[in-house]
T-cell receptor
Framework: AQSVAQPEDQVNVAEGNPLTVKCTYS??????LFWYVQYPNRGLQFLLK??????LVKGSYGFEAEFNKSQTSFHLKKPSALVSDSALYFC?????????????FGKGTMLLVSP | GAGVSQSPSNKVTEKGKDVELRCDPI?????LYWYRQSLGQGLEFLIY????????KSGLPSDRFSAERTGGSVSTLTIQRTQQEDSAVYLC??????????????FGPGTRLLVL
C-alpha cells in the first residue's frame, strides 16, 4: 500500500519569508514523489518530482523539495515567498517497486502568502 | 502544444439524471487517468487507462460510474442516476508512454459537477 500525509491544512507566511509545506509518505518499495499546485478553478500543475539521485530537487517557480529517506519526508520549500504563490499544494507518491500504476495524493495544503 | 482539455467546464444536473464528462488527453500520451476532487478532500483516483490494456477500475465508487476510452485517445466518464454526493470536480490527467512509473501526469482544468 502507498499513502501520503500532509499534516497542515493551511500554512501562512509573509511575503519575502521562506516557506515550507510538509509531506510524509509511506511505500513498501522505492518512492517516486511529486508536488503539484492548484490555483483557484484550475487543474493541477506539476511543480517537481523526485525519482532518484540528488535529494534536493529543483522545480518550477523557484520551488524545491528535499527528499529525506530516513524521515520518509518530501517537504516543499521556497526561500522567498510571493503573494502569487498562494494556492493549494498537493504531494503525491507512487511506489516504484509495485505493479500499482497510479499516484496517491495527499489532502492538500493551502498556502496563504500575505503582503 | 495543447494540454489536456475537458468539457464541459461546468455541469449542473438534477438528481437521477445521467451525465457524461469528456477528456481529450495530450496528443501521443498513452496513459489517461480520472480523479475526483471533493470540497475539502484530496484527489480520489477513479480509473486508469494504459494503451490497449484493460483499464484499472479499482477506484470507481459504485456501478453508476463507468468510463471508456475510444481509439486510445478521448475518454468519457459517465455517471448514471446522479446523486448529490457525486457533486465534485472531476479531473482528467494524461502521461506519456510509460518508462516505468516515473512519468509525470498532466492535468486538465476539470469539470465542476453540481447535482441538485
Amino acid at each position: 500500500a502507498q499513502s501520503v500525509a500532509q499534516p497542515e491544512d493551511q500554512v501562512n507566511v509573509a511575503e519575502g519569508n521562506p516557506l515550507t509545506v510538509k509531506c510524509t509518505y509511506s511505500v513498501s518499495g522505492n518512492p517516486y514523489l511529486f508536488w503539484y499546485v492548484q490555483y483557484p478553478n484550475r487543474g493541477l500543475q506539476f511543480l517537481l518530482k523526485y525519482i532518484t539521485g540528488d535529494n534536493l530537487v529543483k522545480g518550477s517557480y523557484g520551488f524545491e523539495a528535499e527528499f529525506n529517506k530516513s524521515q520518509t519526508s518530501f517537504h516543499l520549500k521556497k526561500p522567498s515567498a510571493l503573494v502569487s504563490d498562494s494556492a493549494l499544494y498537493f504531494c503525491a507518491v507512487r511506489d516504484g517497486n509495485s505493479g500499482y500504476s497510479t499516484l496517491t495524493f495527499g489532502k492538500g495544503t493551502m498556502l496563504l502568502v500575505s503582503p | 502544444g495543447a494540454g489536456v482539455s475537458q468539457s464541459p467546464s461546468n455541469k449542473v444536473t438534477e438528481k437521477g439524471k445521467d451525465v457524461e464528462l469528456r477528456c481529450d488527453p495530450i496528443s501521443g500520451h498513452t496513459a489517461l487517468y480520472w480523479y475526483r476532487q471533493s470540497l475539502g478532500q484530496g484527489l480520489e483516483f477513479l480509473i486508469y487507462f494504459q494503451g490497449n490494456s484493460a483499464p484499472d477500475k479499482s477506484g470507481l465508487p459504485s456501478d453508476r460510474f463507468s468510463a471508456e476510452r475510444t481509439g486510445g485517445s478521448v475518454s468519457t466518464l459517465t455517471i448514471q442516476r446522479t446523486q448529490q454526493e457525486d457533486s465534485a470536480v472531476y479531473l482528467c490527467a494524461s502521461s506519456p508512454a510509460p518508462s516505468g512509473r516515473m512519468e509525470t501526469q498532466y492535468f486538465g482544468p476539470g469539470t465542476r459537477l453540481l447535482v441538485l
